[in-house]
Nanobody
Framework: QGQLVASGGGLVQPGGSLRLSCAAS????????VGWYRQAPGKERELVAT???????NYADFVKGRFTVSRDKTGNVLYLQMNNLKPEDTAVYYC?????????WGQGTQVTVSS
């Protein structure tokens, strides 16, 4: 059985930092993580950042200059370094992996920014 696991979320004060990780295991290793998305209560899921295998990055305007997406050398782990977090960043953060046209979503990790 394969999994795509997002981790690293938690409770942080405004201005703080967190580093999220997304790792595939088992049969899910065929899928390569390429992006982070988030969903706040009552809102639709939205793109946060993507990183192509050509190393092109795409960031949502609301995270530019604060978040950085990167990948490990194996290509199986995707990171999201989040700095200067704001209360409006509170959401469940999901990782998306792809295999050709197919998509695979992890279970998400909760990020709460609050004093």
């Amino acid at each position: 059985q394969g999994q795509l696991v997002a981790s690293g979320g938690g409770l942080v004060q405004p201005g703080g930092s967190l580093r999220l990780s997304c790792a595939a295991s088992g049969s899910a290793l065929r899928f390569k993580p390429v992006g982070w998305y988030r969903q706040a209560p009552g809102k639709e899921r939205e793109l946060v950042a993507t990183l192509s295998f050509g190393r092109d990055t795409n960031y949502a305007d609301f995270v530019k200059g604060r978040f950085t997406v990167s990948r490990d050398k194996t290509g199986n782990v995707l990171y999201l370094q989040m700095n200067n977090l704001k209360p409006e960043d509170t959401a469940v953060y999901y990782c998306k992996a792809v295999l050709g046209p197919a998509e695979y979503w992890g279970q998400g990790t909760q990020v709460t920014v609050s004093s």
